[in-house]
């Protein structure tokens, strides 16, 4: 775990859960496994307070607790996960992704479940069908059977999954109370549950559910805790007590992978092309597991009855586009038999490690120029070349090409390796090769990637705390517009709580927003750069 891991990680706590979980969970990823006592005394912190911050961690599976290292009667200790923590980032993309692939009730059931960290199905449908219901026109409603539909098709899909048993997971999921140091536990497991460790991963429970979404209505907070004491008490009678349901991430990070490659292919091909690896990837997509170098084996037969309707290309044309996927330098698909006309495979390691590579070109031809990338991309071809070398083969004069790799090596994304002919290491007589290392300059990217997107961060908050006036001013306004709206006011009476801004007020309001929204939007490109790296640097640890 490096610094900037840490210091985004910090970040994004204070962000979604305040400054007192801020200080605990990042206390944790600095200090590793503590207990109850020393975290409190470490970071001067109330006992009362550590517990809720502890709670709010191990509720959203950042934090998990186990036995001491002195052995089972010794205090509970809490290990906080970076990568947990690293995965709120994604959240927006999460949720885009449900609500592209199950409509609107997908990405609210998703998003709930963010929200919350787990969930029982009856509370998720239930709290979805009203939101739903709140938002649709005077005098309808959504059903509970539609979104109990949507929520069998995320479970299906593997987007949904069961929490795991407590006694495999290490963390209390269903508990409601902090764990104590007197709390005993099984051993904290870091490995993410599976289909393989438990059974009824995906398996849906009977859960009886009849009724419509209630709309609603403007009332204190008082009485919308009530209700929300009333939904949660109305839970235990549905059939699904104490089994509750989280994301399942690593799918997700399978579909985005997928959607990289078919991407990808589209783009150095052609759309049919794209098409065939897309049927490709959804035949295997619940049968391939995220560790897998390949998905599973698949006959032209079976990929040609798999086809969408709308594709009506004949046999003998599918065995052509076939024949050029697997002979593209890229790899995307093998083949692996004969069988069937040919049992072909999608390399998912090899897809990354190209993926990986374009991505280095790039951001070497975005920071150095077009003549830095092309001798980037010449060292990664070549392997190894003298300075000479890469003179002639770029194409570059001496001058130039000296310079560009002094600057790439300062930069660390070229190395330079000696080898001497004589063991006294005289330079005369020494060789002196450039090279590229793929992987350690993709973690290096890495790092300057979870940099930017702290920097982005950062930025968005001290934009947001210059103009927080402004921006509550704003805020009290619209909920008097809408309050006035509700109750049938006059346009007068709108106009005049409008005009309360003034011009220069909304100028600076609008520029505000449009400077927070090109911020958002590139931290969600910088995520898109994250996974990609992250993916191929975890595919070459399971080779």
């Known amino acids: 775990m490096t610094a900037q891991e840490v210091r985004l990680c910090g970040l994004l706590l204070q962000e979604h859960f305040g400054e007192v979980v801020e200080r605990i969970g990042t206390h944790l990823l600095r200090g590793g496994a503590q207990n109850l006592r020393t975290i409190a005394n470490e970071t001067n912190t109330p006992l009362d307070l550590v517990k809720k911050s502890l709670c709010v961690l191990v509720q959203h599976g950042a934090c998990d607790f186990g036995s001491g290292r002195r052995g089972p009667g010794s205090p509970v200790e809490y290990r906080a996960s970076c990568e947990r923590v690293l995965r709120v980032l994604r959240y927006p993309r999460y949720i885009y992704t449900a609500k592209t692939l199950y409509g609107d009730t997908g990405e609210l059931i998703v998003e709930e479940v963010l929200q919350r960290g787990h969930m029982t199905m009856s509370n998720t449908v239930k709290t979805v069908a009203d939101r739903l219901t709140h938002n649709m026109e005077e005098g309808r409603s959504m059903e509970y059977s539609e979104v109990v539909s949507a929520f069998s098709k995320l479970v299906e899909t593997h987007f949904l999954q069961r929490c795991p048993p407590v006694a495999e997971m290490g963390t209390a999921a269903t508990s409601t109370t902090p764990a104590t140091p007197s709390t005993p536990a099984a051993p904290a497991s870091t490995a993410p549950p599976t ?19 209630k709309r609603r209505r403007s009332s204190d907070d008082s009485e919308e805790q009530r209700g929300g004491k009333k939904a949660k008490m109305d839970s ?12 399942n991430f690593e799918r997700f990070h399978q579909h985005f992978r997928d959607q990289a490659i078919i991407s990808a292919v589209a783009s150095k091909l ?46 003998p044309i599918l065995d052509q ?50 003549r830095s990338a092309r001798i980037f991309r010449l060292l990664l071809r070549k392997r190894h ?74 930025r968005r908050l001290f934009e947001t705390k210059e103009n927080k006036r402004l921006l509550e001013k704003s805020q009290r306004i619209e909920a008097i517009l809408a309050s006035l709206q509700a109750s049938g006011a006059e ?13 220069p007020e909304r100028q600076q309001l609008e520029a505000l927003r449009h400077h927070i929204n090109k911020l958002d939007s590139t931290e969600n490109q910088v995520d898109e750069t994250v996974f990609l790296l992250e993916s191929y640097i975890f595919s070459t640890k399971t080779k």
């Not at 289909?195 to 009849?210: F, G, M, Q, R």
């Not at 024949?323 to 069988?339: A, I, N, R």
């Open 195 to 213: 289909a393989e460790s438990n059974p009824d991963c995906y398996k849906l429970p009977h859960v009886t559910l009849i009724g419509r979404g």
């Open 385 to 458: 070349l003298e300075q000479k070398q890469v003179e002639d083969f770029a194409m570059i004069p001496a001058k130039e090409a000296k310079d560009m790799l002094y600057t790439l090596l300062s930069e660390n994304l070229v190395q330079l390796q000696e080898i001497p002919k004589t063991p006294d290491h005289a330079p005369s007589r020494t060789f002196y090769l450039y090279t590229v290392n793929q992987l350690p300059t993709a973690r290096l990217l890495l790092q300057h990637c979870y940099k930017t997107v702290a920097n982005l961060i950062e």
């Open 270 to 315: 052609d759309q049919t092309s794209s098409e065939i690896v897309r049927t490709m990837l959804r035949m295997s997509e619940v049968t391939t597991t995220q560790t897998a170098a390949y998905t599973q084996p698949l006959s032209a037969n079976e990929i040609f009855r798999s086809l969408p309707p709308n594709y009506s290309i004949s046999r």
């Open 236 to 247: 235990e009678s549905c059939g699904d007590e104490g089994i509750y349901w989280l994301v």
């Open 491 to 503: 346009p007068e009476q709108l106009t005049e709580v409008e005009e309360m801004i003034t011009a």
């Open 321 to 370: 586009y076939l024949s050029l996927l697997v002979d593209d330098p890229m790899e995307f698909v093998g083949k692996s038999g004969d069988s069937g006309g040919g049992m072909y495979v999608v390399n998912l390691q090899r897809a990354l490690a190209n993926l990986a590579r374009a991505t280095l070109e790039s951001v070497v031809q975005e920071r150095f120029g077009s």
